[in-house]
């Protein structure tokens, strides 16, 4: 049986990189007595598939990993016995059965959304977010971004699927280190082919209006990861689960 986890990450947990993440969750399982199948061969491992790796500082609501079960388990009971043995800055938001046919979380991600915010606007020109939105508006923003392979000329705008000012919810993790309480909403790219960082959005904005980020003076927070619909139309896109 193919099950799908969706968890939040906040708090000093952000500061723990995805491998040490799925060691976590590798053990956690284990912890929660949950009957997950094994691959095959010398060295057999969990069956588990994460989306979308998180990068390591930023907050999130909208993790998700794939596991296999051995033994059928209610979705309930199984949220209930991985929340159980969770620590604090990792909750279990939503388990959910899934069909064979399913893809892998990793395969699925076409995109995801992002907050962004600034701990202190004092190095920020009076019309920052004036010309925040003018730099989205531009017809192309070409940028030069690092790949495996060497330096790749691409245009940024085609990544950039959204992108406004928002109120950051009262509930938010990004809350606390925000200043003005306002964030950037960002729906980027977040596919294999294609992914984009927002903190790369954010330093090429800044770049183009001559500011230099100061250190540790960008907060982020992922609100959710996205598959792409039948219809592949941005507004059909949905959730994970």
Not at 53 to 81: A, C, H, N
Not at 144 to 153: A, H, L, N, P, Q
Request: proline share 5%.
């Amino acid at each position: 049986m193919k099950v799908r986890i969706k968890f939040s990450k906040y708090g000093p947990m952000k500061f723990i990189g995805h491998l040490d993440v799925m060691r976590y969750f590798q053990k956690a399982i284990r912890r929660a007595g949950i009957d997950i199948a094994y691959s095959e061969g010398f060295s057999p491992h969990q069956i588990m598939s994460f989306a979308a790796p998180l990068s390591v500082g930023y907050t999130s609501e909208g993790e998700y990993f794939d596991i296999e079960l051995r033994t059928p388990m209610e979705e309930e009971e199984l949220q209930k016995r991985l929340q159980g043995v969770m620590v604090e800055g990792i909750d279990i938001l939503k388990v959910q059965n899934l069909p064979e046919s399913e893809g892998n979380a990793m395969a699925s991600v076409q995109a995801a959304s992002y907050l962004a915010g600034f701990r202190s606007l004092s190095f920020l020109p009076d019309d920052w977010e004036d010309r925040l939105l003018a730099f989205y508006k531009s017809p192309t923003i070409p940028v030069s971004k690092k790949t495996k392979r060497g330096e790749k000329e691409i245009d940024l705008k085609e990544s950039i699927y959204r992108f406004e000012i928002r109120e950051i919810p009262e509930k938010c993790a990004l809350l606390e280190a925000a200043a003005g309480h306002k964030g950037i909403y960002m729906l980027l790219n977040a596919s294999s082919g294609g992914n984009i960082k927002p903190s790369f959005v954010m330093e090429t904005f800044l770049a183009a209006i001559g500011v230099t980020l100061p250190e540790y003076g960008l907060v982020i927070h992922r609100v959710e990861t996205y598959k792409a619909s039948e219809t592949g139309e941005i507004e059909d896109w949905k959730a994970l689960i």
